[in-house]
């Protein structure tokens, strides 16, 4: 038997310090859901904190427009689907508002990104494609919006878990950007995996926003989801009036109007963040954005790049990639899910083709969830989980994130309603700032039960919200206490931070803006069973 290398016993070791670092928090040991399932925790409503949800002027300095001619703006870092590759996205010229716009021609500036591994040797080039969208409005004194050059350009050929330096623009004028950096994420694999990773929803452009970009940033992530409803330019009217309630305070509109320029400002806000750390984003209910010809989703698709051929997807809604060990998948809930339906149908396949081996975590995200115990949106995506929640239950997905409800929860394993050391734990986290503020009343109080009728999803349609046949709620279409299934929750703005330890140990951590930079609001161990739970992928040819 050889010598064993002294820097093996170091790594050995810190790895030792660290899983003993966060095995307790606050002097407190962290539970883990080999505990669970969880007694229901509600924590008590702090009223004091509900402000603060009022959107960022656009005379701010962190939204107003800093660079001159075609330099590169808003300018973001997303992944591939794969280690080695990612998008590099980003803005050239002004967007028009007003009765009279004229597209401007993409082909007016190159997309065109330097890169390398130094600062001074940035000797790689890659091209990419350009684009504009435009918000267009057929009723007389709606202001139409038109947008800036939308650039896309992916690298290939990266090293796993290396640092690159990138400039994008156009050389040739010259209009290039500062330099900026990323770093790509650790190769597949069963004991690789991101350091952090952030997870936000419903994150507007508030002063509550800024702040939960602030403490997330303070845990320095690696990557960020965000779960859907960025900007919140559906807000609006096209005169740039806002409201908390676009139906409350906007009845009267001909259709539902937006302010894009709003989406201007949240780049310019996020830059600093997602120019360096890749941004993962999936449609919420606040990217439709009801447009002529009832065009819906122009913003949101024109904006982002998304690895969805890269991932087999026809669809900028629905797609999947890898993060080291962790696969992620990110699915649509404002387009069909049914079964017959093309995403469902892409479904099968991307989790047939999982080798749990090579990533052991599969993680899954959609906007509206299926297991909030909160009267907003109460069982609002039912449809949904009918139809999908048989096939992620069956190729044993250990998380899944969600938001749309402006509030924190997060489920003991479930499945079908019912507590299931087999199913996935669901976290809502639509907490991340917007102006329409905070969730605060339960479905299971008395009087807070909605009716069926109400709960339905306006713009997917259908109804599968019934009763419960069976259970403490049965007969009821609300339990009248906290659900079983309901583990924590919490009416505070915050974010999330997922650390993968190894190939069954995740911690969850979550951060409520209101406490301290480094103090905790909720935090469990999410625990894969894999003996318990296995998982026999079908073969796919």
């Not at 004091?48 to 590169?72: K, Y």
């Not at 509550?208 to 845990?219: Q, Y």
């Not at 809604?317 to 079964?339: E, R």
């Not at 976290?427 to 009343?441: L, P, Q």
């Amino acid at each position: 038997m050889g010598t064993v290398p002294v820097s093996v016993f170091i790594v050995v070791a810190f790895v030792s310090v660290v899983m003993r670092r966060f095995s307790f928090v606050n002097g407190a040991a962290i539970p883990s859901t080999v505990d669970g399932p969880f007694k229901p925790v509600t924590v008590p409503l702090d009223k004091s904190f509900r402000g603060h949800a009022v959107d960022l002027p656009d005379n701010d300095p962190r939204v107003q427009r800093i660079v001159t001619g075609w330099e590169p703006e808003q300018i973001f870092v997303s992944l591939s689907s794969t280690h080695d590759s990612v998008w590099i996205s980003w803005i050239t010229g002004e967007f028009q508002i007003g009765e009279n716009i004229k597209e401007m021609d993409p082909k007016t500036v190159g997309s065109v990104v330097k890169y390398g591994r130094w600062r001074f040797g940035m000797t790689k080039k890659a091209m990419g494609h350009s684009l504009v969208y435009s918000q267009l409005y057929p009723f007389k004194g709606l202001q139409n919006y038109t947008s800036g050059i939308i650039h896309h350009v992916r690298l290939t050929g990266l090293k796993p878990n290396t640092f690159y330096y990138y400039q994008c623009g156009d050389p040739s004028i010259p209009a290039m950007s500062d330099v900026h950096y990323f770093r790509t994420m650790p190769a597949s694999g069963p004991r690789s995996y991101p350091g952090r990773i952030a997870i936000i929803g419903d994150l507007g452009l508030t002063y509550n926003t800024t702040s939960t970009i602030d403490h997330l940033m303070s845990n320095h992530p690696n990557l960020v989801l965000l779960i859907g409803d960025a900007s919140y330019a559906n807000l609006y009217l096209t005169n740039g009036t806002g409201a908390d309630c676009y139906s409350c305070a906007f009845s009267d509109t001909p259709i539902h109007e937006t302010y894009q320029p709003r989406w201007d400002y949240w780049g310019r806000f996020m830059q600093p963040l997602v120019s360096k750390v890749p941004l993962m984003m999936i449609e919420g209910n606040h990217e439709i954005e009801e447009q002529i010809e009832k065009k819906t989703f122009a913003a949101y698709g024109a904006r982002f790049a998304f690895p969805s051929e890269e991932s087999g997807s026809s669809s900028t809604f629905y797609y999947s990639f890898n993060a080291g060990g962790i696969h992620f998948v990110m699915l649509g809930g404002y387009t069909d899910y049914n079964k017959s339906g093309d995403q469902y149908q892409w479904l099968k396949k991307d989790l047939a083709k999982v080798d749990r081996k090579v990533t052991p975590w599969l993680v899954a995200t959609w906007h509206p969830p299926w297991y909030s115990t909160y009267t907003a949106h109460y069982r609002e995506a039912e449809c949904m989980r009918v139809a999908m929640e048989d096939l992620l239950y069956k190729y044993g997905v250990d998380i899944v994130f969600n938001g749309h409800v402006h509030a924190y929860e997060r489920s003991n394993r479930v499945y079908n309603y019912n507590l299931d050391p087999c199913g996935p734990v669901h976290i809502t986290i639509g907490d991340g700032g917007n102006r329409e503020k905070m969730a605060i009343t339960h479905a299971d109080e008395p009087g807070n039960c909605p009716k069926p009728s109400t709960t339905l999803d306006k713009f997917m349609g259908g109804f599968c919200a019934f009763n419960f046949t069976s259970g403490p709620a049965s007969g009821k279409f609300c339990w009248d206490r906290q659900p079983d299934y309901s583990a924590y929750r919490e009416s505070s703005f915050g974010h999330g931070i997922l650390e993968v330890k190894n190939e069954t140990h995740a911690l969850w951590t979550w951060y409520r803006n209101q406490d301290a930079y480094g103090t905790t609001g909720d935090v469990v161990y999410i625990v894969r069973q894999p003996d318990r739970c296995p998982v026999e992928p079908d073969v796919i040819n």
